[in-house]
């Protein structure tokens, strides 16, 4: 009898395992090569009333954006934090003028506080997606976010300064250090922002960090270099008399629109929903659209998440997502892959088309009774500024 033979166990041994980090192989889209980071800027004090602007510092990349926030100390109230001209705008209403600009000195975002400060984030999609798909839009519903209370009159703002308007698209460079943007404040004085107050703080703290894509180890660059989306906060002609019955010309602008925001204010600077029962848009003189208010605010919520219900039912009044601040509409052009703004993802086909001698209007036929009248409409405008052709599509793809 033979023993069978034994089958031959071939051993292989494990290979070297690879470096933590890897590299990606030359090709393909920017972000695969560039990921993202976040340094410090600053951490220090702005007095109100007084300019503040410390220098930005350098980063090995393109910057994308700017995480920001204003604490306020408590303070011992008198019992009036928002005064007449502070309003519902507070506590972002601390910063009178923010400017943000490239090394140039063109504008990439100018305007007041409310605006810069939680109305650009709430309406671009640059800062968060639609709140309805469980993300959040509005800055202030940040879980760093503070209130302005009675009580202390203590706040924190936090929010974001924009840069990048598709992935990767609209980024600034940054490692130039004698070419760099800036960020300038104006701060409100204490009796603008707080009313009548004993032993108001004098300073708030300023907080700013900076997210970048780091430099690629490969040759690659990002999408459209020297392209920007610049928000821009301008007042529209003529101001609205009550119950008037008038189109209100927006800015002449040029490039690009992402979003067309919309601000109607009073004539004490207080926001209110004056507009017309049907309001309607016109461009270059042809009417656009034509629409019930209530409609109007239906798409804010469908695209954007603001104003949406939950828990509604049939017979109970539900609870706002995300609430549509008062007084703000807007027309949504980032809606190219959907009926949704998914902030970040859009391919840019339908970003509205303009020149300088492009001219849109908003109607009211009549407009709303305004108590204290005349009202003023302001534009809070994306607006890009393409380097070349724009880049359509999906180019982070």
Same mark, same amino acid.
């Given at each position: %009898? ?16 690879? &470096? ?19 340094? #410090? ?14 220098? *930005?510092?350098?980063? &090995? ?50 305007? &007041?506080?409310?605006? %810069? ?44 300064? #924009? ?10 460079? +940054? ?21 009548? %107050? ?7 703290? %300023? @907080? ?7 430099? /690629?180890? @490969? /040759? ?10 610049q928000w821009i906060f301008q007042p529209c002609n003529p101001p609205i008399p009550s119950v008037a019955s008038q189109r209100v010309q927006l800015p002449r602008l040029g490039g690009y629109l992402t979003v067309l925001g ?16 049907r309001p309607g848009v016109f461009i270059d003189g042809v009417e656009q659209i034509n629409t019930r208010l209530t409609t109007w605010q239906d798409d804010l919520a469908v695209a954007m998440g603001l104003g949406a219900l ?12 995300? &609430? ?5 509409? +807007? ?24 020149? #300088? ?23 809070? *405008?994306?607006? *890009?500024?393409?380097?070349? #052709? ?8």
């Amino acid at each position: %009898m033979t023993t069978p033979s034994a089958t031959a166990v071939v051993g292989t041994s494990a290979g070297r395992p690879q &470096p933590q980090t890897t590299a990606e192989p030359q090709g393909g889209p920017f972000i695969r090569h560039a990921p993202k980071g976040r340094r #410090p800027v600053y951490d220090t004090n702005a007095t109100y009333g007084q300019y503040f602007g410390p220098p *930005i510092v350098a980063a &090995p990349g393109w910057y994308t954006g700017y995480k920001l926030q204003i604490v306020g100390a408590a303070g011992t109230s008198g019992g009036v934090i928002q005064s007449t001209q502070a309003g519902d705008d507070a506590p972002e209403s601390a910063v009178s003028l923010l400017q943000v600009k490239d090394a140039w000195g063109t504008n990439l975002l100018s305007g &007041p506080g409310m605006e %810069m400060l939680r109305l650009v984030q709430l309406l671009s999609g640059q800062f968060g997606i639609n709140a309805a798909g469980g993300g959040v839009r509005d800055p202030w519903n940040l879980p760093a976010r503070t209130q302005i209370t009675a009580a202390t009159a203590a706040y924190t703002i936090d929010t974001y300064l #924009p840069f990048e308007f598709t992935t990767s698209y609209g980024v600034i460079a +940054a490692a130039n250090a004698a070419l760099l943007p800036s960020v300038q404040f104006t701060m409100n004085t204490v009796a603008a922002l707080f009313g009548a %107050m004993t032993g108001p703080p004098t300073t708030a703290e %300023m @907080v700013l960090d900076a997210d970048f894509y780091w430099l /690629p180890d @490969v /040759p690659a660059d990002p999408p459209g270099i020297g392209t920007t989306c610049q928000w821009i906060f301008q007042p529209c002609n003529p101001p609205i008399p009550s119950v008037a019955s008038q189109r209100v010309q927006l800015p002449r602008l040029g490039g690009y629109l992402t979003v067309l925001g919309l601000d109607l204010r009073d004539a004490t600077n207080r926001r209110g929903d004056f507009w017309a029962s049907r309001p309607g848009v016109f461009i270059d003189g042809v009417e656009q659209i034509n629409t019930r208010l209530t409609t109007w605010q239906d798409d804010l919520a469908v695209a954007m998440g603001l104003g949406a219900l939950i828990n509604a039912g049939q017979t109970a009044a539900g609870t706002a997502i995300s &609430p549509r601040p008062t007084g703000i509409l +807007a027309i949504n052009r980032k809606t190219s892959l959907a009926q949704a703004d998914f902030g970040l993802l859009d391919t840019g086909e339908k970003f509205l088309s303009t020149n #300088p001698g492009t001219q849109v209007e908003i109607n009211g036929a009549p407009w709303a009774t305004i108590a204290n009248s005349p009202a003023t409409l302001n534009a809070i *405008i994306g607006q *890009i500024v393409p380097s070349g #052709p724009l880049v359509q599509g999906l180019p982070e793809l």
